[in-house]
């Protein structure tokens, strides 16, 4: 049987300061080494000074994917030197004396296939290394340490997948949740990285990694059973190691150095103390936990008659679910999610269209509001939505200058009227006696239209539904 | 003008005018000049020091605000950070390594209105016993400049007791304070782990080490120790110093404690005549003052230099793999060489000593080993702090001879690294259970001194320097003659 397993590392972008100091995470917009301090750099008489956050944020995650949760957690360095690690050791977690990493024995469920959590560890992100020109033929290896100290959860999975289709599913499960408590934004690039490790029926195992995106997780891990597989057949005999995804030929290529033999000298992190996580805190973290993607699903369903389908659209992405609850109300609810999945998910499809979209929850509601009240078309909606999402002004300005709203239309205008006269009965009969009341109601249709409907033709329209001359 | 005075009397002297802080300063960098050639006890000397004092004596004649040290000189070992000087370890692999930051010690003592007089010598960062492994040549004991004067913060025992400065701050790791001040004949205290900031402190065994005074008198200590303890919010591992001032209650006196004389450190194999019969004439002492002596078991302790040395190489390799000389360090034609190439040939300028704890401690932690020596070491630290618990529940000092032998001359012990090592026995439980403990001066023997070890229970500190103070007044040593 194939058997995968996975190791997720995900950092925390939603954090403001890195793990051991107050540079900022997001060490994406600076120019290279300007997001740097001497505690990130590992000079000497530095210490690390956690950030708490981050402890809270990953521990948000543990609980979320049904980890146990220790009551103190410790950190130790794993030692190895390599470019990228300032201070030539990286401070991470490990369970080998006793378990006081973020979390363990957790589970996620892909379909009716159960992917249990082996382990959650919090850690420090290197720093980044390029190389100029291709790899074999490179002079210059450019190091930034602007990545160096992000906070870095490790998720490390059971080998329990078949098939790649599996890990593509639980890929998604996993990064929905994790954009849905707000500690990671896995679209940024970088953000979320995996390796894996693949072995067939008597097979060993071997460690593919360098994955960039996930995916290509999934091809690497399609294209590394498909070899295995084929040196089976061959009666060849496949040899424990680590294999890097090429990223360029999309093949697995073996690693020159032979990496399961690193020596990582693991020993406790004494410059930070042990953490306490009390069950406050915990039971603090656990009331506060951002409701659950499928409990949102089940509410959307129950509470509001949203089909299945939508209401699965909505509550796996955590930017239109937010849009969705701050817009809807008693009444519009079905409404908001329709035009969210049907218009607005097209019009915002990338990352860069909602960064920088205008559009908010006030604009949805009002906008739904309208369409209900007739006050403008879908099609007009439509096109109001183009000009809010660019300039975000109140959805009334869009009306009047885009001339949305100006009703010269007979068809729509007789809609107006007969609302209004289905409001107003009692002036309708008072009107047959008294032809004065017809201004009244002339007014009324002024006010449904924003003074937007055409006097003329509405005292005429309004004289025809009322049968008077 | 006496250079020799304590802190306390430095204070009193400026504050009666009978010196200027300016007039302190230049005779004190005299007897730099005219001393330090020899003893070579400072790696650096603070070239604004005279500016600083100008500055102090300034603040006094307006009659400023003037924080607690008025302007007096104080060494500062030299791997402590000072913003934008230099910070060297006695390596050469830092030989050009600027700190961009001060150390809250520093900051605390600047503060204060102290002159950092300069950077004291040490073994390169702070791995020995006698100076000997600084890369820039040993300090020479004042008392007898044929012998060391022992380390790792010898520098800054020789500045002190060599009357170059009035007090110094070192860092003690398995003995460094504490064995340099019974080498030198001056207090040296070891605060509990985490009274003390570590930040601006070049790690070397991050798990045990501490920054202590070293002075001229027990009063001098907790002087210092008042200004230099207490929480920081750039160490992590500090704790809060619940003692405000350890000075206003220092002559308590110790009539009825209950002092145990630590069996294993007055009976081991390298232990000197000389120095158990001073250490039998203290606890008589002790007695005389009303205490309560016996002698006490400390099983574990025959143990502990091998644990301690396991341990601090372990945290060594780990602390010291940040050298590879990419981001800062000495000047290294880079070309030629791939990285792993590079960083081997950049971390052979470390020394003798540095190397063999580099290879120390890429082993004894190693996959295949770690069972049989670090863990191992990690269990007696664990026995070692039950052990101590037991015994501070019905004592409430221990004590011991500071260091089992005299100061050895150069060359004597450095080629029998185990024997060297086996120094180390007595100051070593200290750091690994991290309790406090005070090295006093007791007694000069053949002309070279013996200190007595005072240890007390975590946070302590207060009734140990009582005990140390009630055995200083018992004693009257000659001053040094240099």
Redesign the interface.
Known sequence: MTKIGLEIHCQLTKLESKLFCSCKANYREFQPNTNICPVCMGIPGSLPLLNKSAVEKATLIAMALDCNTPSKIAFFRKNYFYPDLPKNFQITQLNAYGNTSIGWEGKILVGDAKIRIRRIQLEEDPGRIIYEGATEKTKLTLVDYNRAGTPLVEIVTEPDFENPHQVREFLIILSDLLENLNVSDPGLEGAMRADANVSIEGGSKVEIKNIGSFHDLEKAVHFEITRQQSLAEREIEIVQETRHWDDGRKITVSARTKEEEAEYRYHLEADIPWIRINDDTKNQLQVHMPESISSKKERYVSKYGITPQVAGILSSDRYFSELFENAKNETNAKDVANMITTDIMGLLDTREKRDSSKLNAEHLSALIESIKSSKITRTSAKLALDEIIKNGKPLQQIIDSLDLGHVSDEGELTNVITQILKEEAKAVEDAKQNPEIVNFLVGKVMQKTQGKADPELTLTLLKKSLGIG | MDLGISALNYVSGIKNNEFTVEEFISKSLERINEVDKNLHAFLRINDSAIKNAKEIDAKIKSNQNVGKCYGMPISIKDN??IEGSK?T?ASKV?EN?I???T?TVVSRLHSEDSIIIGKTNMDEFAMGLSTEFSAYGPSKNPWNTDCVPGGSSGGSGVSVAANECIASLGSDTGGSIRNPASFCSVVGLKPTYGLVS??????YA???EQIGPMTKTVEDSAFLLNIISGID?????TIENKNQDYLSNIDAGISGKKIGIVTEMTNSDGLSADVLDATNDATKTFEKLGANCEQVSLQTVPYTVAAYYTITS??A??NL??Y?N???GYEMDSSGFE??SY?SQARSKFGPEVIRRMIL??FV???GH?GKY?LKALKVKSKLITEIKHVFEKFDFLISPTVPIQPFKFDEKINDPVSFMMVDINTVTANLTGIPAISVPYKITNGLPIGIQIMANHLEENSLLQAAYALEKTVDLPEVSI
Request: hydrophobic share 30%; glycine share 10%.
């Open positions: 402590i950070c910070t370890c830092l390594f700190a961009p930051h150390s570590r930040y601006g402190l070049v790690s991050n798990s045990i919010s750039n160490d992590n591992t372990t945290e390799g780990s793999a940040r590879d990419v981001r800062y990285f792993n960083i401690g890429g932690p190693s996959a770690a670090f």
